[in-house]
């Protein structure tokens, strides 16, 4: 299983809010699993069942979330200072990655998001089941990250993950309801 690191406050010891922010992490990561219905005392409350909508993966999902971590590693971010990775798994189970990429004329820069995506669709991949994003702190996909994935799979799982061992996750559909499409305006 992904560990959260670095672990280490000041002193060079885990403080208790990233011991907190971890243990946080790995039992929700041992009840997306099925593993663990019980582990003992938390501070955050564990969520034993997936909300409506969102269906969890099992293995796999380790397996995506350390190719985000990885992909955030590559980020090239030298004007924000906010390094981003991202990977997708495929229907048929490939994953791709991507890390956001940032120009001195900022609006070319391209999100990790949209670089894991269009990684995969120039392989020939259309259909998607989950898309890690991790960062530093949990940061949401843009807007243009949401219409772009959802041109391909409006209800697929978006995962936001962080180095502090921090997991939220939801349907892609609850993040961008009304996705532009030709042929749906009113
Ligand atoms: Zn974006």
Do not use: H
């Amino acid at each position: 299983m992904w560990e959260a690191s670095p672990l280490g406050g000041a002193s060079g010891k885990p403080d208790a809010d990233q011991k907190c922010a971890v243990r946080s992490y790995l039992l929700t990561a041992l009840a997306i699993d099925g593993m663990s219905k019980k582990s003992g005392k938390s501070c955050y409350p564990v969520r034993k069942a997936p909300p409506q909508g969102v269906k969890f993966m099992s293995r796999k999902f380790d397996e995506l979330i350390d190719r985000a971590r990885q992909a955030q590693s590559k980020a090239y971010a030298p004007y924000s200072k906010f390094k981003v990775g991202a990977a997708i798994l495929t229907e048929d189970g490939d994953i791709y990655s991507g890390c956001n990429v940032e120009n001195s004329s900022y609006g070319l820069t391209i999100c990790a998001e949209r670089g894991a995506l269009f990684k995969a669709i120039s392989e020939g991949k259309r259909r998607f089941k989950s898309v890690v994003v991790f960062s530093d702190r949990l940061a949401y996909p843009c807007g243009a990250c949401l219409q772009v994935l959802a041109e391909f799979s409006p209800e697929m799982e978006v995962c936001l993950a962080s180095s502090k061992g921090e997991l939220k996750k939801f349907n892609l559909r609850d993040l961008l309801p009304q996705p532009f499409a030709i042929g749906n305006e009113q």
